[in-house]
């Protein structure tokens, strides 16, 4: 027999002995109705965007909320120029104004939701870093000293300040890995009261399972990356990015 | 002083309680981490979060093979590669022939206990490969040569000083504490290291069976780039790592967090279905997943399965008084503190390979109030020590005193006498010492050598009785 059957076998073996002390034989799955919703956010969106706000500055992270997808146009594009101003300032070598500051690793501008994005950014001298392969040596150098990533959500949480970046296709997984800081665009539409009021949707609309699969990754996020290895001092920027800035707009209009 | 886990289990205890360092790092730091995690379920109704989980996972150990077989079909269907591995050497075998088959020189890791376990560092440098830990901590103790003390925290044992000297004799780091260069400097550095690695390995913090998911839960976000750089990309999985839906994982993602360090969520959960598609920017070209068995089968056959339904969130240390005294190395086994006390004997293919574990502790019972599962450790360490009696385990003193122990209650005349002849010999000996006894030979010196032990009452009850029953009599 191989490993495999040895281990599925000897486990029902185990299973079968009457006397066993654990687990139970009666012990039912946890349903649908009964799992709990460990956090709670409540009011309308905009409620819940001050919660999301709330939360995030709670993780180190920063946030925006706008009422329309033009201010979110404009507030990306300021954003990412105080940063260029912000890498210039703490630079104090030669290359103080190095040409990659202006580089931004983003996900195509059609999956951001903010329509006439590419034009404003390269208006403003920005250059998008669009790689279609990762893996292909020149495009991974390409992006090693790219500072700033631009981002959207799957969904966000309210509760908690979360939000979850999916991969696949031109969306890169290292928009929101590799570059220092990470700017991530979240649509009210994007915007839940809890992680569990989003599964709930997904689950109702028949495609929970199907899109986790679908998503080959998927990543929740909750603020910038940190650690307290260093005998408890909490520091920022370990291995993802050290500033995380959302920037939340109203495209419901309630 | 360090503490050397190779050395007999009461001199490591003693190197322990001999290093301040250790008992000022790891108090300070276990406190913060239960203070947390106590706040964090607090906020919410964290009673009735740990008894669903605790529910959740009851069922999975209940239908574990089915859950099992679920998981691997889809794991398989995603394109992933399912591995199966019985001990240390299958699973060591496994790994090393995936990175074989790929020309592989450089892996990159992410903290995990289960790759501990199967010592795979060793077993790759052995095979020519070099490995980075890439978890601060990890790598911290990785540059000093030890293994990690604590399941969340591994470099919990240390105080910024000493981790300032790893740096600054492995890494030739300038002479500083501030925590910020620190990190920076660590964060250069792995970085070259994640963009050039052929392979990366994780542990699994929970595996999703109806979608073949395999998620890994970091602060640090190494658990992502692990998963997401390198071509291949391989996560070894304890068996029993089991959720049966998406939103069982959201349950237990959020108790683990609560429990481990007192978050909502973890800065990082990555949720890895399968490899990456044509025309997917970036991702691993394969993704294996070792199920690793390494002892949890005979565990579950043995009575302890209760056991296999933790989740390594380290709340079990963080609360033990012991392992606040002691540390992670002083156990001497991958797993320490509570759960490590029970699941090392418990896993291993004699449970007395580790018959001190099951005494290393106080059975105060403050593992169970901290564990989100509500696992019984203080029973699973009594039933522990039960079976190792009954393998003949115990020390031949211990053996002796308990047999002359039931002769003695067995004879009354025996113990009258016995009685009379203590109460005698400890009071004279007791007078000559002012009052109390202040030595004892071996064994009974392990009492006077902290505190006196009183003399014996001069009357017997039985005496008292008599004389005051005449008394009334009289009366």
Redesign the interface.
Known sequence: M???D???A??????R?PD??????D????T?A???T??SASGGLWAQAERFAQ?IAA?KGTCELLETETEARLAIVSRLQIWVEEEQAARKTADAERAEDWDVLCWPPAQLHVEGLTHILKETGFKLIE?????DPEQ?ERI?PVRAGVTSVEAAFA??G?FVVG????????AS?TPFRHLVVVPFSRLFAT??DW?AEM?YAGG??AY??????????????????????L???????KVVHAILFDDVQE | MQVDIHAPYKDRIRQALGDPNLRV?VS??TD?MDNARNASMDE??GE??RS?LR??K??V?????DY??EL?T?LR??GCVVH???GIE?AQAIVKDIALQNSAKLVVKAKSMATEEIHLNHAMEEAGLRVVE????EY?IQLADEPPSHIV???IH???EE?AEVFQEKLDMPVTRD??K???L??AR??KE??AADIGISGCNFA?A????ICIVT????G??V???P?VYVAVMG?EKLV?T???A??Q??ALCRSA?G???????????????K?????P?QVHVV?L?NGR??M??R????ALMCIRCGACLNACPVYQEIGGHAYGSTYNGPIGAVITPALAPEITQFKELPHATSLCGACREACPVKIDLPRLLLDLRSDLVQQGASPTTEALGIKSYSALMSSRRMYESLGKLASIGSNVYAGMSGGNIKFMPPPLNGWTAYRDFAPFARKSFRDWWKERSKKRQRA
Request: with cysteine.
């Open positions: 191989s490993t495999r040895n281990i599925l000897s486990l029902r073996e185990t299973l002995q066993l002390p654990f687990p139970l034989l012990s039912p799955p946890l649908q009964e799992r709990m460990v956090t939360e993780v790689p279609t392969d990762l893996h991974r090693r509760s908690t979360s991969a696949g296709g031109a969306n890169a997984r290292a890995l992680a569990e599964l689950r929970l399972d986790i699969r679908r998503s080959r990754n998927i990543s929740i996020v909750t603020g910038p990356s940190k650690s307290a290895d260093l005998e408890g001092n520091t920022l920027g370990v291995h993802g990015p | 790092a300070k730091a913060r919410i109704e009735r979060l669903q529910q959740m009851q069922n150990l209940r239908n574990w093979p099992l077989q691997e889809n269907q995603n199966w591995a019985e299958d890439t978890d601060l901590g911290i925290a591994p470099v240390k105080r910024m981790i925590p910020t620190m990190t920076s660590a964060r792995l970085r994640f963009f999703i109806e979608t073949g998911t602060n640090e976000g190494n992502r780039m998963s997401s750089m071509r068996i049966p998406v939103e069982d959201f349950l993602l959020q360090t978050q909502q969520f973890t800065v990082y959960c990555s949720m890895t279905s399968g490899p990456r598609r025309g997917d920017v970036d991702g070209e199920l068995d089968t005979r579950f056959a009575g302890y399965g209760e």
